[in-house]
């Protein structure tokens, strides 16, 4: 699974995503991919990607991408990332 990890700069909370989903993945048990980048250059790759996860302010902005796009709430919330990974993978997101 590839993994987009979205913030307005690529440099502070898509890097807190970042480590959570690498976290979520490895207690689940799910093998794949993760990258945080900024809103810019997250949106010109959007379509490369599984599953988006970034800060609910954001999820307009690549709603239209192929992903899986799941908007957070709470980015230090490990429960809430992996209620997105379930939903993922409940849509058969691999």
């Known amino acids: 699974m590839k993994v987009l990890c979205l913030c307005?700069?690529?440099?502070?909370?898509?890097?807190?995503?970042?480590?959570?989903t690498e976290q979520a993945m490895r207690e689940l048990g799910i093998q794949g991919s993760v990258e945080a980048l900024g809103l810019g250059?997250?949106?010109?790759?959007?379509?490369?990607?599984?599953?988006?996860?970034?800060?609910?302010?954001?999820?307009?902005?690549?709603?239209?991408?192929?992903?899986?796009?799941?908007?957070?709430k709470n980015v230090m919330d490990?429960?809430?990332?992996?209620?997105a990974f379930k939903d993922a993978l409940a849509k058969g997101i691999k």
């Open 41 to 72: 250059m997250g949106k010109s790759v959007a379509n490369n990607f599984d599953v988006i996860l970034c800060t609910n302010n954001f999820v307009s902005e690549v709603s239209n991408s192929k992903a899986s796009v799941h908007g957070l």
């Open 8 to 20: 307005g700069s690529g440099m502070g909370t898509s890097m807190i995503i970042k480590l959570k």
């Open 78 to 83: 490990i429960n809430e990332i992996k209620a």
